[in-house]
């Protein structure tokens, strides 16, 4: 097994990108058209984990224009049958060493409140980060047309970041 590689996403990860996200059960599905436009204009606000020529994981997300101190973490997958460990977290690390630079402090993101994996994951980074994590309606299922459950905005702010990639 050759070591993980996290990176930007650059075209050629497209499909691979779609492939997962569309086998990510709880995952909205988007068009190819949008996930081609993403990694073309927000790739350097979005990773991608690479092992043998495979991916792994990808976080889509981006530096928020009206608070230019908040990474929104839009959307992230990871390969199920994968066995690289941390992944995830070795994904926003990578995103938020390199946003840090220009001032972003704090990691948002919204989930459904019964997602065990997500609240495991948002639990490692709160005390990875050194901070908690806080959380707060942002859309009710009628704001999402009744069809789509309701999105919890939670927040993570950024204390501490760890230079190193997690080995944990």
């Known amino acids: ?3 993980m590689v996290v990176r930007n996403p650059c075209s050629g990860d497209v499909q691979n990108i779609i492939d997962l996200v569309y ?8 068009s190819p058209y949008f996930y081609n436009l993403w990694v ?7 990773a991608v984990a ?3 020529g495979r991916l792994l994981g990808a976080l889509l997300g981006y530096v928020r224009p009206t608070c230019p101190n908040t990474y929104f973490a839009w959307q992230s997958c ?10 995830a977290v070795n994904l926003f690390d990578f995103i ?3 946003k840090s630079a220009s001032g972003v ?3 948002e993101m919204s989930v459904d409140a019964s997602n065990r994996r997500v609240s495991y994951l948002l639990g490692r980074l ?3 980060y050194g901070s908690s994590v806080s959380s707060e309606l942002l859309f009710s299922e009628l704001d999402l047309g009744g069809e789509h459950y309701a999105e919890e905005l939670i927040t993570i702010p950024i204390l501490k970041l760890p230079q190193v990639i997690s080995r944990d």
């Open 23 to 30: 086998k990510t059960p709880g995952l909205d599905n988007n």
């Open 1 to 3: 097994m050759s070591e």
């Open 40 to 46: 073309r204009d927000w790739s350097l606000d979005s």
């Open 126 to 128: 709160s005390r990875r």
């Open 78 to 87: 990871i390969e199920p049958e994968a066995k690289e460990p941390d992944i």
């Open 105 to 107: 402090d704090r990691l």
């Open 96 to 98: 938020l060493r390199s």
């Open 50 to 52: 690479i092992s043998d």
